[in-house]
């Protein structure tokens, strides 16, 4: 069994992590400043320990858990496409910090090794704990991916659901956004690449 600990590749990919870096007591005062600003009383009963609830939110939002996965060895591979669908994690968007839902579908084509299937979750997690945005995530993910199997042939499927198109400006309830990654295998195989986005696609919100 090979252990893979991919550290976040802060220059190539936007920033690093910063979950260590939340400074939870000034997060508190300024979520009280900001129920002022927007005309509330902080002292009335409900929003008495909102400013710690908020500030505790954040800071274990921003501190997802590290995408360590393993490979395990596997003598019977030969011409298998393995996908794994239905991650659905939760992100948010770094231009207008509203949440953002991304359901995910990633697969290679083993060839000695074989991941561990609960690691796509934890990488999509992983990816999810910051603020994001669509595009990024999908190709942090598929480096992810890609390091940890050791090959090109990888594919990544992102469907997002973005409150900030659903709750604001055109309040398009039903707008979902796909972004796709495909690498090695899944660009030149049309076989394999259609099969990929066939099961990737099969699901996709009305
Ligand atoms: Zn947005």
Redesign the pocket.
């Known amino acids: 069994m090979t252990s893979t600990d991919l550290a976040d590749s802060p220059t190539a990919l936007g920033p690093a992590l910063p979950g260590s870096r939340v400074d939870t007591a000034r997060v508190e005062s300024l979520v009280t400043d900001l129920l002022v600003a927007l005309g509330e009383d902080p002292a009335r009963e409900g929003l008495l320990d909102t400013p710690k609830r908020a500030a505790a939110w954040w800071s274990s939002f921003l501190s997802p858990e590290p995408a360590n996965a393993a490979c395990f060895p596997e003598p019977y591979l030969e011409g298998q496409m393995v996908l794994v669908d239905g991650v659905s994690v939760w992100s948010l ?1 770094e ?2 910090l ?1 949440p953002m839902n991304l359901r995910v579908a990633a697969a290679y084509v083993p060839e000695t090794e074989v991941v561990g299937l609960s690691k796509f979750g934890r990488i999509a997690q992983h990816y999810a704990g910051r603020l994001q945005v669509q595009e990024r995530f999908t190709t942090q993910v598929a480096d992810h991916l890609a390091a940890l199997v050791g090959s090109e042939d990888i594919a990544v499927y992102v469907e997002g659901l ?1 409150l ?1 198109m659903s709750m604001r400006g055109v309040r398009m309830e039903g707008a979902r956004t796909t972004t796709v990654r495909i690498r090695g295998r899944f660009g030149s195989d049309p076989v394999l690449s259609q099969q990929f986005l066939t099961i990737a696609a099969r699901d996709r919100a009305a």
């Open positions: 968007c231009h207008h509203l973005h900030c």
